[in-house]
Structures are given as structure tokens and as C-alpha cells.
């Protein structure tokens, strides 16, 4: 005979039915995958990262959607789904505020190089100096100029320069030289963007500088763009070879008349400068050693010829050539542009000749190496026109 089972006995039996019911449950719900509402699983990466050259990775977000490939640099929203070719998605952006040597904003003419690039790319900054480089844009247009691409984690680097403006005012992309930076960074992962944070940019070395005078001694700003010629010499003078101004050097001018000319070490005792800005303004020629940083050079308000002429003979006007031996040394002549203009009246050619060294000079007219007519001591004031009464009615034979 059994008797009646003792209250904690009881307690534990049901205790283990309990139990084994929530494992039966548990068992069940995992085999038929059932939902649940607990929260969901972190995806992985989702933190920003630190790498080690001190870019900061930064996961691409709904309201900053990767721009394709077609859009190429700059600013403005893209389509987050992936290019072609791209089987984990594109690359992010790289993002960086460039400053001028000075510290302000470097808003105009950026050009940036990537390591993994075989061409230069502008860029449009803003107001603030801020940029954007889709590191996807470099391939689609021009696929055969561009170099395998990192992979993520890889070393890559950039080299920005604010291109110099010179007066050939040729493009951001045709002027290769200006103040500069160079920056490293870490390849980041699909979808990700890089910011360098501020890139100061630093001037190349100077090559020369000092100040521009005017002929009193004071220093002066130029009235136009700048003609800049540079010209290696060597111990005793000779011209070793011209450096073109974009390519090999850019200047610096100041607004207190001081002037600097930039780029990499020339080899070579000096230089020569001359140089002319769009008002008809000169500079004498000068020499210096290199890296000076005391050159003077004198600016000098040209003058000028305006002259009509009759041409009798064969031989047409402007086939005529014009020359101004400077009085001084007669085996020197001047730079100076020739500018011949027809008339109405074919038998009257007006001539001007400009950026003429003020001083008294002979005017030769010559063709083919044959002098056809000389005009000694001519007098050329400066900033203005000569006056000499024999440029009123030139006659020239031509045989």
C-alpha cells in the first residue's frame, strides 16, 4: 500500500516536467525557424576605423549614396547599387579640405594625382576648400590610362596642387606645377569613404625672388598678367636652356611688389629673367644666382611707334620686316612686336610697333636680309608714342 507522496517529492516531479516541456518547445522552434522579435544581429564593420596613417574610414550612409563611375569627381549625389565590374560594389570616397600656403581656403585650379592613377583630375571645391574624389572615377572613361586598382587595406596616396596660373592661361589640367601636398591613406573597403581631414598645402623651392621696382626705386605691382622668360646660365653667362613657365617654374607676386619664382631645383650657376606684362610694360633683363632672394628688377613703362607708310615695289608690307637697334649698343636690338594694319586705301599701310625700351633707337626696315630703310635716333619716350615727324609719311622702295 502506497501512501500519499509527500509534498516535496511532488514539487520536484513537476518541477522536471516543466523543464523538459521548455526544452521540447525550444527544440521545436529552432527545427521550424521561427521568428522572434529580439533585436537583430549587428552587421560587421559598422564602426568607423582608425588606420594607421591617420585617415579616418567612414561607412557610407542613405544620405550619402556612392556616385557612380560616370559621374567622375566632384560634388553631387549618385546611385548606391554598384557599377559593372565591381563585384563587392565600389570604392567609397575620399574626402579632404585643402588651404593654401597662407591658410585660407583653396577654392580654385585643384589637381589631384592618386598612386593608383595615370592621369591628373580636377577638382571643384567649395567655398571652404572642401573636396570630394570618387575612387571609383578613374577607369571608366579612359581604362587603358589607369593602373590596377588597391585592394582594400593596400597603402595608397594622393598629391594635390593648386596649379599656378600663368599667362599663357593655359587649364588647371595642361599646368603641372603650384603649391602642393601629398597625402596617405589606407584603401578602404566597398562603400566606405576616407577622410584626410586638412591638407596645408607648401610651396617648391624657391629658384629666385626679390622685388619689382619701379624707376624711381619703389616697389610696384605689375598692370597686367605677367610674361615671365627664365633662362638657365652657366658660370660665365651662356644660356644653357629656357625653363617654361607651368612646366618648369611658377611665380608668386605679391601686393607689395615682391615676387618669387617656384619649382624644382635647376642645375646651373643662375638665371636670367626678363619679363613683360599686357600693358605695355617691361622688365630689364636680369641676372642672378640661384636661389637669391634679393634680385631687383626693374620695371621700365615701354613705348611705342604708330606710323603710316607707303610701300612702292613688288614687295608686299607686311613681308617687311621691322627691327629697333637699341642706340646704346647698336649690336644689341630690343624685343619688341610688330603689328601691321591695312587700310582702306591699299597704297597706306598703318604700322605699330610696341614694347619698345624707352630711350633713342634706330628703326630698320629691311627684306629677305636687305636694309630697304633706316631711321637713326629715333626718340621713344616712356608709357607713350614717339613723335618724330619722319613716322608721318614713311615711303619704302621695294625692288
Known amino acids: 500500500m502506497f501512501g500519499r507522496p509527500q509534498p516535496r517529492a511532488r514539487a520536484r516531479r ?3 516536467v516543466a523543464g523538459a516541456c521548455l526544452a521540447l518547445g525550444l527544440l521545436v522552434r529552432a527545427l521550424v525557424g521561427g521568428g522572434g522579435s529580439g ?18 574610414s567612414v561607412p557610407r550612409t542613405a544620405e550619402s549614396p556612392a556616385p557612380t563611375a560616370s559621374q567622375g569627381v566632384g560634388h553631387g549625389p549618385g546611385r548606391s547599387e554598384a557599377p559593372q565590374g565591381f563585384a563587392d560594389g565600389p570604392p567609397g570616397r575620399l574626402r579632404f579640405r585643402v588651404l593654401t600656403p597662407d591658410g585660407e581656403p583653396a577654392t580654385a585650379r585643384i589637381v589631384v594625382r592618386g598612386s593608383w592613377l595615370d592621369r591628373d583630375l ?18 571608366d572613361d579612359e581604362p587603358e590610362r589607369s593602373r590596377a586598382r588597391p585592394a ?19 587649364g588647371p589640367g595642361e599646368a603641372t606645377l603650384g603649391p602642393s601636398a601629398d597625402a596617405g591613406f589606407t584603401w578602404p573597403d566597398a562603400g566606405r569613404d576616407v577622410d584626410l581631414g586638412v591638407l596645408l598645402l607648401a610651396h617648391a623651392p624657391v629658384l629666385v625672388g626679390g622685388k619689382l621696382l619701379s624707376p624711381d626705386g619703389r616697389p610696384i605691382t605689375p598692370n597686367g598678367a605677367v610674361r615671365w622668360s627664365v633662362q638657365v646660365i652657366d658660370d660665365e653667362g651662356a644660356l644653357e636652356r629656357d625653363l617654361t613657365e607651368g612646366d618648369a ?20 650657376a643662375g638665371f636670367r629673367l626678363s619679363l613683360r606684362d599686357d600693358v605695355q610694360q617691361t622688365f630689364e633683363p636680369t641676372s642672378s644666382g640661384a636661389g637669391r632672394r634679393d634680385v631687383d628688377v626693374n620695371l621700365i613703362p615701354t613705348s611705342r611707334i ?33 603689328r601691321t594694319v591695312w587700310r582702306d586705301m591699299p597704297a597706306w599701310t598703318s604700322l605699330l610697333v610696341i614694347d619698345v625700351k624707352p630711350g633713342n633707337h634706330h628703326v630698320v626696315f629691311s627684306h629677305e636680309g636687305v636694309e630697304l630703310l633706316r631711321l637713326s635716333s629715333v626718340a621713344f619716350p616712356a608709357g607713350r608714342a614717339s613723335e618724330d615727324p619722319r613716322l608721318e609719311g614713311l615711303q619704302i622702295v621695294t625692288r
Open 14 to 16: 513537476w518541477a522536471l
Open 39 to 56: 533585436p537583430p544581429l549587428a552587421p560587421e564593420n559598422t564602426a568607423s576605423q582608425v588606420v594607421p596613417d591617420a585617415a579616418r
Open 122 to 139: 580636377p577638382l571643384e571645391p567649395d567655398g571652404q576648400g572642401q573636396c570630394v574624389l570618387d575612387l571609383a572615377a578613374d577607369s
Open 152 to 170: 582594400p587595406g593596400a597603402s595608397a596616396s594622393i598629391h594635390v596642387v593648386q596649379a599656378a596660373t600663368t599667362a599663357r592661361r593655359r
Open 249 to 268: 617654374f611658377y611665380a608668386v607676386i605679391g601686393d607689395d611688389g615682391s615676387f618669387t619664382l617656384h619649382g624644382p631645383p635647376a642645375s646651373g
Open 306 to 338: 604708330q606710323a603710316r607708310l607707303r610701300v612702292l615695289g613688288p614687295v608686299r608690307p607686311d613681308h617687311i620686316a621691322v627691327e629697333v637697334i637699341d642706340g646704346q649698343d647698336p649690336s644689341a636690338t630690343w624685343p619688341s612686336r610688330v
